[in-house]
Nanobody
Framework: QVQLVESGGGLVQAGGSLRLSCAVS??????????CGWYRQAPGKQRELVAS???????NYADSAKGRFTISRDNAKNTVYLQMNSLKPEDTAVYYC??????????????WGQGTQVTVSS
């Protein structure tokens, strides 16, 4: 069973930094065979994509994250990271790690972590 375990959330002052980690386990496939991403959900709002990294290594960022956040992965550790700099109070949310893989039979397998809270104080 595939498990995604996030860590690294916490309370930080505006302008500070955090690095989120997402350790992927239980899969016969390495994360470089998956498209991975970080989503966030603030109270009363829909879950939104923050950043993604494809199996080929291409990255994509929400406009709100561009220039401040960096997504990366360590294939040897099967871990995806989100480096967040210049944090703002509006970045406060639960951050979720996501991974998906399209099998040869066109079945899409999607996995979610349990979420980690990020709180940015003003």
């Amino acid at each position: 069973q595939v498990q995604l375990v996030e860590s690294g959330g916490g309370l930080v002052q505006a302008g500070g930094s955090l690095r989120l980690s997402c350790a992927v386990s239980g899969s016969a496939f390495s994360i470089n065979a998956m498209d991975c991403g970080w989503y966030r959900q603030a109270p009363g709002k829909q879950r939104e994509l923050v950043a993604s990294i494809s199996s080929g290594g291409s990255t994509n960022y929400a406009d709100s994250a561009k220039g401040r956040f960096t997504i990366s992965r360590d294939n040897a550790k099967n871990t995806v990271y989100l480096q967040m700099n210049s944090l703002k109070p509006e970045d406060t949310a639960v951050y979720y790690c996501h991974a998906e893989r399209l099998a040869r039979d066109a079945t899409l397998y999607r996995y979610w972590g349990q979420g980690t809270q990020v709180t940015v104080s003003s």
